[in-house]
């Protein structure tokens, strides 16, 4: 948190900024986003006068601070995630409906799973996953379908770093994990229980792209040990193939092929 | 789209870049992306480097760049919107399952209907909304409901404007609209038939947030003719009124207050 040093650009002074809101800060003083950004104080009230002009920050009664409707729509409209979550989210709530429990749909990205959308089952108790969050890929069953349809190189890599033990149940032997990979691969399903947190379960699956690479992970969230996979996988199967098949997929025959060749 | 004027900051310009995208050009090369955002071809370059470095554009295969998975988690994590959208989906899919048309939530920015949530239906043709997409106030159910609730000075300066006429059915006198948004105030809902395209129908009604203020309208969008309102009504009223609850709203008497005062 050390003061932003000389040459850092505007825009990675704006990012910092910006990356200072979270879930449990979504209001703050200009004087606590100098704080928390680690940006002198001068620097942060004349980025965030600029940022106002904008619409990017918008200004609370109290004086405080939030991020910008602007921002939110100038991201969503383009964003790739839109047309994904656009696809999908018709077929989540399919889903949902017969499941009763949490319905996400996640990416890979920066070495993570990021939720781009998730309906959540007001009952539901044992669900951690939240729209633009983010969790660790050995943690959840969207992580491990995503891995096991990466290519090989990054699969390797991953599995050449040390992994966090979140509860008995993790996978952190790399022996392991590629077994499960491979497994993943073979039947088109995960379903890991306790992972992340020992009261809960993931049942995920692959949504397929245009070209036919794997480009998300639909998922429920279970309680652990009422898994009951054999009724619920078909249902996960049968919505991501409707969102694939919505994005342009055709690759029912290679969908077949890469199965048989599924290994690393 | 003149050459950026000396002296615009970085912040500006960087919005102007990421205006250019939209849902018709969600990638493009850095040269259109000089075209479309007006800004010279080597301040495009530079800061498209930086935007890249940042992950708030991303690079395509074919060197195209598009918004950046980073610029839209920066948004989403921490807006007021993603509060809102949380506590409405699951109230807004009960919706949508019983009267099978798309259901949407859309709040007031900037003089227009922004929309934060949509949920569409695979069968519905006739829904001209989308989600971060903005629509015209006195063109939508939502942009009417949200008018009568808005402070009786935005109300006036909003009917002093030339509006335009969508179709036959559009309301663009002033006389005429402050008796309608009077009736919406007065009966809690609005059911406008062809309003902006005349093949469609719009039914509406408020949500309150905390401090019983209207911040969102709950509105579904159905074929002309078809509109059912005395069906579709009650089911948008009970829906609103758990949104509304789940924010924090306790304004049940206030409301029925609010019902037989208002009138501007």
Redo the contacts between chains.
């Keep these: 948190m050390a003061n932003s040093p000389s040459g850092e650009?505007?825009?990675?002074r704006?990012?910092r900024l910006?990356?200072a809101?979270?879930?449990g800060?979504?209001t703050m003083s200009v004087a606590a986003l100098s704080r928390r950004s680690g940006l002198p104080v001068t620097t942060t009230y004349r980025?965030v006068d600029?940022?106002l002009?904008?619409?990017?920050l918008e200004r609370e009664a109290n004086a405080d601070v939030?991020?910008?409707?602007?921002?939110?729509?100038?991201?969503?409209?383009?964003?790739?995630?839109?047309?994904l979550r656009?696809a999908a989210?018709?077929f989540m709530?399919d889903v949902?409906?017969v499941v009763q429990h949490s319905t996400t749909l996640g990416?890979l990205?920066?070495d993570e799973v990021?939720y781009?959308e998730r309906?959540?089952?007001?009952e539901s108790m044992v669900d951690i996953t939240?729209?633009?969050?983010r969790l660790p890929v050995h943690g959840t069953s969207s992580g491990l379908v995503l891995l096991a349809h990466s290519p090989a190189a990054y699969q390797e890599l991953f599995l050449s770093r040390p992994l966090q033990k979140f509860t008995d149940s993790t996978l952190t032997e790399s022996s392991e994990l590629r077994r499960h990979l491979a497994q993943i691969r073979q039947q088109g399903f995960a379903v890991m229980p306790g992972i992340i947190v020992p009261e809960s379960s993931g049942i995920a699956v692959p949504v397929h792209g245009p070209s036919n690479a794997v480009i998300a992970a639909l998922s429920v969230v279970v309680p652990r040990n009422e898994e009951d996979a054999s009724s619920r996988v078909p249902v996960l199967m049968a919505a991501a193939r409707g969102i694939s098949r919505s994005l342009g997929w055709r690759g029912e025959l290679k969908g077949a092929l890469r199965q048989s060749n599924g290994r690393i």
Aim: aromatic residues 4%; glycine residues 8%; without cysteine.
């Design positions: 650009s505007v825009i990675s704006v990012v910006v990356e809101f979270d879930d800060h979504r980025l600029e940022l002009a904008e619409g990017l939030r991020i910008g409707t602007k921002l939110w729509e100038l991201a969503s409209r383009s964003s790739r995630m839109m047309g656009e989210l018709p709530e949902q409906s990416i990205d920066s990021l781009i309906i959540g089952s007001r939240k729209v633009a969050g």
